[in-house]
């Protein structure tokens, strides 16, 4: 069946980069999106990429998928200590037998430090 | 970006009430929500696909007795948990889908069973 995998915990240093890393098992995923969730809320959509594509970015975020290896990537520049919270990869396959629901991985809490 | 507005964001109940979660979209039609349960420290889960107009598609392993979801409108989704026990204390989001590239998350609801 369908799995993303990511590390649970990443800290740096406020001013630095950070990326946070993520692996998926279904081939036939068309979109693969990476949320974010401050304590107690619910989820924020960041940014997504169409299978078709390579990178894409928006700001300080930037977003790079291999597809050949199945990986998926967020890079933030300068982080902020308000980047502080957990990041979830998600991915769904429109078209296969799953009606296109999103499959999450568990969460990589980014940890910034002053 | 689409709004999603879910309600309450907190309720603590006595075992064995039943309790009535409300997910709404406030800018957009939604054809179909999802809702998920979150433990904490771990990722989410989904629990069932909400449809307009039709009978919910749950996920195996969730009591469709136990979690009952009516989908009245385009825009608004309910989620009612009967006959409440400590167990079923969780966090509860809702979300509900624009298009492929967008899937948009309420708040969440935090309920507690004593």
């Known amino acids: 069946g369908e799995d993303v995998e990511q590390s649970l915990f990443l800290s740096v240093r406020e001013g630095d980069s950070s990326v946070i890393n993520c692996t998926y098992t279904?081939?036939?995923?068309?979109?693969l999106y990476w949320y974010k969730q401050e304590p107690g809320a619910g989820l924020q959509l960041l940014t997504y990429i169409f299978s078709n594509m390579d990178m894409k970015q928006d700001q300080r975020l930037t977003v790079l998928l291999n597809k050949k290896d199945k990986h998926l990537s967020l890079r933030i520049a300068d982080t902020q200590t308000g980047d502080s919270a957990i990041y979830f990869c998600a991915e769904s396959a429109y078209g296969s037998s799953n009606t296109g629901k999103l499959i999450f991985g568990q969460g990589t809490t980014l940890q910034v430090k002053p | 970006g689409a709004v999603v507005s879910q309600h309450p964001s907190r309720v603590i109940c006595k075992s064995g009430t039943s309790v009535k979660i409300e997910c709404r979209s406030l800018?957009?039609?939604?054809?179909?929500m999802f809702w998920y349960r979150q433990f904490p420290k771990q990722s989410l889960m989904l629990m069932a696909t909400s449809n307009e107009g039709s009978k919910a598609t749950y996920e195996q392993g969730v009591e469709k007795d136990k979690f009952l979801i009516n989908h009245a409108s385009l825009t608004l989704s309910t989620l009612t948990v009967t006959s409440a026990h400590p167990e079923d204390s969780s966090f509860y989001i809702c979300?509900?889908?624009?298009?492929?590239?967008?899937?948009?998350f309420g708040a969440g609801t935090r309920l507690s069973v004593l």
């Open positions: 979300s509900a889908r624009t298009s492929p590239s967008g899937e948009y």
């Open positions: 279904d081939s036939s995923s068309t979109y």
């Open positions: 800018d957009f039609q939604a054809t179909t």
